[in-house]
């Protein structure tokens, strides 16, 4: 009987021991990358950091990150409204390619819609790479179970599914609703706290952490600690909260002593929501529309082992380009993760971001109306709106004033016809959005 069954077993005991090392090896392989924190506000302002200029909003946290990292002035959200920024910055990819069709999801996109599970997000990128994966926070790119985050790269879930006006009023843990429904006051501390606990969990590890912070999206309603303390009012409140939640992460990896080995970055989803008091200026737009206070928003990058402190980068970047960049910084190689037909828009553009010599940002950005419209392109310092006849020179025209269309036709012409082109390529490989239960 032994000798009969001999063989199968020893090849089952080869085979077991070779998961292992398998499993071994991109452990050990991982162990001295950085960790990745990656957190998110909702409809904050370009403005609306101390150091990216606010009169009155203090954000000491934020401006210190800044001190000790790069501060970006050229970064660009993936789109102006809530789900196609997400699915962009998760995916690397415009959020035309992959089957957004304009508006958000809740409104004007069904409640049965999602992000195709069939997309390769950033978390599964780092988790192939043998990286622990979190998300805390606002998701707003599908709700059923086949859509949520732990279906998308995430080991640890926790957060609302939609923007924190919209019903259900929920909270999900892992892909469960809760029976606890939220108040909106206390969502950035308990983002905060469950950030915390995984970074706690996880800190022997390599890990990839997402918090998109529902807010300041409007209902503004700062925690009932944080009301009164700016002198900004209820808006000023919630950024400052939010500016105290970001210092408890970093004072977490402090306390685990891998700052030097952290990289976080900081940003906002699109411009600010009409009728609040978060402000883009110098830039003209609003969320939802396709000027710079739009799709420009705040960008901060820290990572004191592996970036300058200090530095201010003028280079145009996108959040589309993240997923590149992220797993170029952390040694993640992208050919194993995504395949070969799931192309992709956004480009490494670390070397730009770390201030190597002639390593610029990307060359041109396309740029889409919150509605679903393409709108305008962006490359170096103009930026054209071929069909509304519009040209800006954003380098002594940063608020879009004056209008230099009529004086400049062959950028016109060079411009439109390379937006004509990534259209076209983009329209003919479209990969649609999923259904739920198809």
Known sequence: MFQRYALPVCLLFVLVVSHFAAISEVRAASSDRPNVILIMTDDQGYQDVGCFG???IKTPVLDRMADEGVKLTNFYAAASVCTPTRMGLLTGCYPTRIGWPGYVLGYRISHDKGLAPSEVTMAEVFRKAGYATGCFGKWHIGKHPEFLPTAQGFDTYFGIPYSNNMSPKVLIEGDKISDEKFDNRTLTQRFTEEAIKFVDKNKDEPFFMYVPYSAPHFPVQPHPDWQGKSDFGAYG???????????QILETLKRHKIDEKTLVIFITDNGPQ??????????????WDSYEGSHRVPCIMRWPA????GRVSEEIVSMIDLLPTLARAAGVSLDKAIPADRKIDGLDVWDAIRGAEGKPGRENLLIWHGQGQFHAIRSGKWKLFPEKKELYDLSTDISEEKNVYDQNPEIVARLAATAEVQLKEIEANIRPMATVGK
Do not use: N, T
């Open 274 to 287: 009409k009728g609040e008091q978060a402000s883009a200026a110098p830039l003209r737009g609003i969320k």
């Open 54 to 56: 606010h009169p009155k």
């Open 306 to 309: 592996g970036l300058e402190a």
């Open 237 to 247: 409140d919630q950024i400052e909260e939010i500016d105290w939640g970001v210092g």
